[in-house]
């Protein structure tokens, strides 16, 4: 939808009149780095071509109204009791931004917002992200006259993901939402969030995205749970490294020598993961910089393998359509891409190969998991902006 028939749609819910503005942020997919954030490791994600775009107006009150072109729901929020819609299925994203700028001492104002998401919902591409990201520069915005510094952006939608609508996830979605760059993907070191583009010289291939379109269950649980044994396996390492901050500041040399700290099997697998994960993003880092795509392709197949053995996040949805892509002609590498237990994986694809691609990974899909899934050919996009 182009922008002039958004603010028209704006017009027909929310009256004419005033400074319509417009701000948008994409959803991303992840290269490689999985479940490395949270243990301030590296992560190599790229902003993609669908988001979340929002059409806004300040008010002279303290209500913030909300529609959806997609949804038939108006949400009116009071940002003198921000606190009391945690529980909406629709807006908690949005109104947990607004809580955590208000923290912050910015003054968000009244506003109507009409929200355009062409991100699946649900789907692993971090819809999330990008309203929250979205939410939060247009807030910003509103309330300063000033473009904010986006990290700063990425930051607040996570804090609103964590304490607002209680998921527990890294700063990585938010942050390739925020700072993605067309044609490149970024090379983030979670610990500190300092980061490095890395151009993305793909010249044939393409990314194609695949959506498992599994409905996802306990996933929050699951997460939740690898987060607290990546914990416990800090604390066994730090008994004998009293120094080390975060598992993905380790090399693997250095998990070699002393992973004998890790007692419990299981424990001991997923810290694997996570060091090996950690090389691996630095691996690709360069294979891209020397436009080595093979090898890139390579580490990504690794990376789904060690997802798949060690980590244990990815299920028979996932893993028949990694195999099934990495079998095909023309793919250079395919893996599961965020959090895992169904949503997407990405695959890199030369793109005369594309439509036999999917034809092949689709049909042996659905013979096995009995549904089909979704395809998208995406190349990365820019982050968080006004329009
Ligand atoms: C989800 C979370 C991210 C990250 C990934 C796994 O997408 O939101 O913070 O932890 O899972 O890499």
Known sequence: MNLDVLKKQFCTYFGNGGEILAFASPGRVNLIGEHTDYNGGFVLPAA?????????????????????????????????SIENYRELTWGNYQLGVASELLRTGIKVPGCDLLYH????????LSSSAAIEVASALCMYYLATKHMPDMRDMAVIGQRAENNYVGVNC????????????????????????????????LGSVRIVIANTNK????????????????????????????????LGCMTSKE????????????????????????????????????????????????SHSSLRDFYEVTGPELDTLAEAAQAQQGCLGSRMTGAGFGGCTVSLVENEAVEEFKKNVGTIYTEKIGYAPTFYVTDAGDGGRML
């Open 170 to 201: 890294g700063i990585m979605d938010q942050f390739a939402s925020a700072l993605g760059k067309k044609d490149h993907a970024i090379f983030l070191d979670c610990k500190d969030l300092s980061f490095e583009t890395v151009p993305l010289s």
């Open 117 to 124: 998401d062409t991100t699946p919902h649900g789907g692993g």
């Open 215 to 246: 409905k996802r269950s306990l996933i929050t649980s699951k997460y939740n749970e690898r987060r607290a044994e990546c914990e416990e396996a800090l604390r066994n390492l730090q008994t004998v490294l009293p120094h080390l901050t975060h």
């Open 255 to 302: 998990f070699q020598s002393f992973s004998g700290a890790i007692k419990n099997s299981t424990v001991l697998r997923r810290a694997h993961h996570v060091i090996e994960e950690c090389e691996r993003v630095k691996q690709s880092v360069l294979a891209l910089k020397k436009g080595q795509l093979t090898r890139f392709g390579q580490l990504m197949n690794e």
């Open 48 to 80: 993609i071509t669908l988001g979340t775009t929002i059409i806004a107006r300040k008010r002279n009150d303290n209500i913030i109204r909300m529609r959806a072109t997609d949804l038939d729901v108006l949400v009116e929020a009071d940002l003198s």
